[in-house]
């Protein structure tokens, strides 16, 4: 079974332009998370979708954007890139809401690392 | 979703016993007490999870104590490969989604 996949693996880009990454789930799973790791920091949670729908986001400024598309793979958008985004992003997946039953787990993958010039 | 405390680092040496404590004083009855680990720049993997009774896997056991405000991750031959931060997190049902990293604990394990 195919883990969680995570494009592209490194991206470099300046200031004040616009960052794309893209996730997919693992088969079957219907949640994906986003996380952003700055370098020396803790795991911060970004986003969750489930079933094409944003359920909760962290705090973050709004230009930090994503979707879910209907075969549950996510993107997430970063706009107006500045130098503190650069960080390690990760994408999680789960086949159903974490905390419905304390049963299910988030499964990551690699990351993605973003740097910003 | 109950806070938890964990050691910042410890050291053990490689074949021995990793014991990594995690207090969760506040912890309410119907959160459950997860743990993962995070090799360096990787994504976090799953290890275990329990309510209250001891739990064990191919990978680790854990042990809760009767009141529940505490647990010891425990890999019974730690290797090199088990360097990584370990995260203790509490997860209710609250259904919010996310997971709380705390700073964790980075586990060095030495030849």
């Known amino acids: 079974e195919a883990g969680v996949t995570q494009s592209p693996t490194h991206l470099i880009k300046t200031r004040g332009q616009q960052a794309t990454l893209r996730c997919s789930p693992i088969s079957g799973h219907t949640s994906v998370y986003w996380y952003q790791q700055a370098l020396g920091l803790g795991l911060q949670f970004l986003l969750w979708y489930d079933e094409g729908e944003e359920r909760n986001r962290g705090n973050f400024p709004p230009r930090f954007s994503g979707r879910q598309f209907p075969n549950y793979s996510s993107e997430l958008n970063v706009n107006a890139l500045e130098l503190e985004d650069s960080a390690l992003y990760l994408c999680?997946?789960?086949?159903?809401?974490?905390?419905?039953?304390?049963?299910?787990?988030?499964?990551f993958g690699a990351g993605t690392r973003l740097s910003v010039l | 979703d109950a806070k938890t405390t964990q050691p910042t680092s410890m050291d053990c040496a490689e074949g021995r016993a990793a014991n990594l404590p995690c207090n969760h004083s506040t912890i309410s009855g119907n959160e459950y007490v997860y743990w993962y680990r995070q090799i360096h720049s990787q994504g976090p993997q799953y290890i275990i999870h329990?309510?209250?009774n001891n739990e064990t896997n191919e990978m680790a056991s854990l042990i809760i104590t009767e009141d529940r405000k505490s647990s010891t991750l425990i890999l019974p031959h730690a290797t090199l490969r088990d360097t990584a931060v370990y995260y203790c997190?509490?997860?209710?049902?609250?259904?919010?989604?996310?997971?709380?990293f705390g700073q964790g604990t980075t586990l060095q394990v030495k030849p």
């Open positions: 329990g309510l209250k």
């Open positions: 997190i509490a997860i209710g049902s609250s259904n919010t989604g996310k997971l709380i």
């Open positions: 999680a997946s789960s086949p159903r809401l974490i905390g419905t039953g304390g049963t299910d787990t988030q499964d």
